[in-house]
T-cell receptor, first 117, second 112 residues
Framework: AQTVTQSQPEMSVQEAETVTLSCTYD???????LFWYKQPPSRQMILVIR??????QNATENRFSVNFQKAAKSFSLKISDSQLGDAAMYFC??????????????FGEGTQLTVNP | DAGITQSPRHKVTETGTPVTLRCHQT?????MYWYRQDPGHGLRLIHY???????DKGEVSDGYSVSRSKTEDFLLTLESATSSQTSVYFC???????????FGPGTRLLVL
């Protein structure tokens, strides 16, 4: 079974600065997808960014980018020019590319990000 | 907005009572999921569905059942609620040929 670990329960960053959230995962599969979801106080789960394991290029979405290290099974999220609205719980998630009828997500425990003005 | 609604959004109930949570989607997606969110655990899969009347268990399915009689509705039932089922429940959908899941707004359930 796959596992996802987020070793930083809490992080803080100053507004306009850059912060990196860590995620590691364990799998024996070679093809899979990785995601970062954001959960603000409203509780809504919002997709931030996704990465396909067979793509070597790191995904980027505006101020959000990832550092995907497949051999190290590491998938960190970098937030540049942090804004107050980035304050949220961030979850890393894994999905196998081999499940045809489930495509279930395995989540990490989450990292609570605080943005200080 | 993936057109997902959940009802009720909040519920307080007593131990031993049955509870049904509803997930409704407007875009006829084939795959639907129920997760629960607890501190220190992230989200964990309870049950999922890959079509009308086609469902399967996730990693934390004990004490829960599901039904899907229509494409748009996926019901989660707690047969006899226990305090350990106090949680936030999320429904999700996944469009066919897409790897991403989109989540509903969540239901906060308190079992006293």
């Amino acid at each position: 079974a796959q596992t996802v670990t987020q070793s930083q329960p809490e992080m803080s960053v100053q507004e306009a600065e850059t912060v990196t959230l860590s995620c590691t995962y364990d799998t024996s599969e070679s093809d899979y997808y990785l995601f970062w979801y954001k959960q603000p106080p409203s509780r809504q789960m919002i997709l931030v960014i996704r990465q396909e394991a067979y793509k070597q290029q790191n995904a980027t979405e505006n101020r959000f980018s990832v550092n995907f290290q497949k051999a190290a099974k590491s998938f960190s999220l970098k937030i540049s020019d942090s804004q107050l609205g980035d304050a949220a719980m961030y979850f890393c998630a894994y999905r196998s590319a081999y499940e045809t009828s489930g495509s279930r997500l395995t989540f990490g425990e989450g990292t609570q990000l605080t943005v200080n003005p | 907005d993936a057109g997902i609604t959940q009802s009720p959004r909040h519920k307080v109930t007593e131990t031993g009572t049955p509870v049904t949570l509803r997930c409704h989607q407007t875009e006829n997606h084939r795959y639907m999921y129920w997760y629960r969110q607890d501190p220190g655990h992230g989200l964990r899969l309870i049950h999922y569905s890959y079509g009308v009347k086609d469902t399967d268990k996730g990693e934390v399915s004990d004490g829960y059942s599901v039904s899907r009689s229509k494409t748009e509705d996926f019901l989660l039932t707690l047969e006899s609620a226990t305090s350990s089922q106090t949680s936030v429940y999320f429904c999700a959908i996944s469009p066919v040929y897409q790897e991403t899941q989109y989540f509903g707004p969540g239901t906060r359930l308190l079992v006293l």
